[in-house]
């Protein structure tokens, strides 16, 4: 069975890493009705965040707080759901 065709957009860490945002990720994130609208803010959490603390249920992750009242979650070293064929692997963006 055919994977659906997804799109990825790739934002920046304050540190430069490449975090990989799914079509279907950003799809979930703005099923909350408080991220309809704020899609932008993800890219500016990353790139600018107040606080960046490690999960404590997953040490790959990092979360990335700004403070609009919510957190934009990345988990590193795995290929993520819709991972490319490509040896590179990046981060992707998982709430």
Known sequence: MARPITSVSVLHDHEGRAIRLTSERLAHIVEHPEMLGMEDRLGETLATPTVVTESLSDRAARLYYR????????????????????TERHPFVTQ
Request: glycine share 16%; proline share 5%; aromatic share 20%.
């Open 67 to 86: 403070y609009y009242y919510y957190c934009v979650t990345s988990v590193e070293g795995r290929g993520g759901p819709q991972q490319s064929s490509s």
